[in-house]
């Protein structure tokens, strides 16, 4: 099984800043793409940044400039600097792992449990 660990979320400022880290563990022989959704209350979970292996990366319009994606490939990690945060930007935040279990496996879609993020006015 492969597992995600979240941690960095809390309680900040409007124009604050946080940085969220995901570690993946377990059975695991690669890694494609990682990436953070967030789930505001009542709204559909939405992409926030993905970054491929090789490091391209996407990012939702409403963060473009204000939150940078990266990955740590040895210690399979991947992080979200969020600045200049909004009271928008208030949702839970959930990891997300495509990776493979073995080299004839498919790549699976793999979720952390979530971590919340508050932006107060």
């Known amino acids: 099984q492969v597992q995600l660990v979240e941690s960095g979320g809390g309680l900040v400022q409007a124009g604050g800043s946080l940085r969220l880290s995901c570690a993946a563990s377990g059975s695991i022989f690669s890694i494609n793409a990682m990436g953070w959704y967030r789930q505001a209350p009542g709204k559909q979970r939405e992409l926030v940044a993905a970054?491929?292996?090789?490091?391209?990366?996407n990012y939702a319009d409403s963060v473009k400039g204000r939150f940078t994606i990266s990955r740590d490939n040895a210690k399979n990690t991947v992080y979200l600097q969020m600045n200049s945060l909004k009271p928008e930007d208030t949702a839970a935040y959930y990891c997300?792992?495509?990776?493979?279990?073995?080299?004839?496996?498919?790549?699976?879609?793999?979720w952390g449990k979530g971590t919340l993020v508050t932006v107060s006015s």
């Open positions: 970054i491929t292996s090789g490091g391209s990366t």
């Open positions: 997300n792992v495509v990776a493979k279990r073995s080299p004839l496996a498919y790549a699976m879609d793999y």
